[in-house]
């Protein structure tokens, strides 16, 4: 097989891989793969809760939301997304890698230019919330595209939260 028909096959591999990541809901078998990868990593309940992802000029906001007011819900998510805003302030991603994939779109920026974002975690009456802030461009573009594959990959489990 010449060189060109190999790195072609290559690539559409990739795409092919990352379609899930590209816009809009995962197909099926996907959402399934990242609920079941979600449960080791994730100490709440996914069917009762929901992620929402708002896209900000300066980076974007996190938050995962108890569905039923659940208090034992309520304190697994805060605890999670507090040990998440310690790992993401010293480059660790290995959760939504065990998630989503080595090659989720924007982490791998977000993991060599970590030291460009400023992350707050704070409560919320059903939930938390992890605020990111930045003044690079390029990490807002990765915040943006790591954003957009949490919502494609959780499916109905996540909003992009646009009104």
Same mark, same amino acid.
């Given at each position: 097989?010449?060189?060109? &028909?190999? #790195? /072609?096959?290559?690539? *559409?591999?990739?795409?092919?891989?990352?379609? %899930? @990541?590209?816009?809009?809901?995962?197909?099926?078998?996907?959402?399934?793969?990242?609920?079941?990868?979600?449960?080791?990593?994730?100490?709440?309940?996914?069917?009762?809760?929901?992620?929402?992802?708002?896209?900000?000029?300066?980076?974007?906001?996190?938050?995962?939301?108890?569905?039923?007011?659940?208090?034992?819900? &309520?304190? #697994? /998510?805060?605890?999670? *997304?507090?040990?998440?805003?310690?790992?993401? %302030? @010293?480059?660790?991603?290995?959760?939504?890698?065990?998630?989503?994939?080595?090659?989720?779109?924007?982490?791998?920026?977000?993991?060599?230019?970590?030291?460009?974002?400023?992350?707050?975690?704070?409560?919320?009456?059903?939930?938390?919330?992890?605020?990111?802030?930045?003044?690079?461009?390029?990490?807002?573009?990765?915040?943006?595209?790591?954003?957009?594959?949490?919502?494609?990959?959780?499916?109905?489990?996540? @909003?992009?939260?646009?009104?």
């Amino acid at each position: 097989m010449s060189k060109i &028909i190999w #790195l /072609i096959l290559v690539m *559409l591999l990739a795409l092919v891989g990352c379609q %899930s @990541q590209a816009g809009g809901p995962a197909n099926p078998a996907r959402l399934e793969e990242v609920a079941a990868r979600g449960a080791e990593v994730m100490p709440f309940d996914l069917e009762r809760t929901t992620h929402i992802f708002k896209k900000r000029d300066n980076g974007g906001l996190q938050q995962v939301i108890s569905d039923d007011g659940d208090a034992a819900q &309520i304190e #697994l /998510i805060r605890g999670h *997304l507090i040990e998440e805003t310690e790992r993401f %302030s @010293q480059g660790d991603f290995h959760d939504p890698q065990m998630i989503h994939g080595e090659n989720m779109a924007g982490v791998h920026q977000l993991m060599s230019g970590y030291q460009q974002i400023t992350l707050e975690y704070s409560d919320l009456e059903n939930g938390g919330q992890i605020l990111y802030t930045t003044a690079d461009a390029e990490m807002v573009t990765a915040l943006h595209a790591w954003f957009d594959a949490q919502v494609s990959d959780h499916g109905g489990h996540a @909003q992009d939260g646009r009104p």
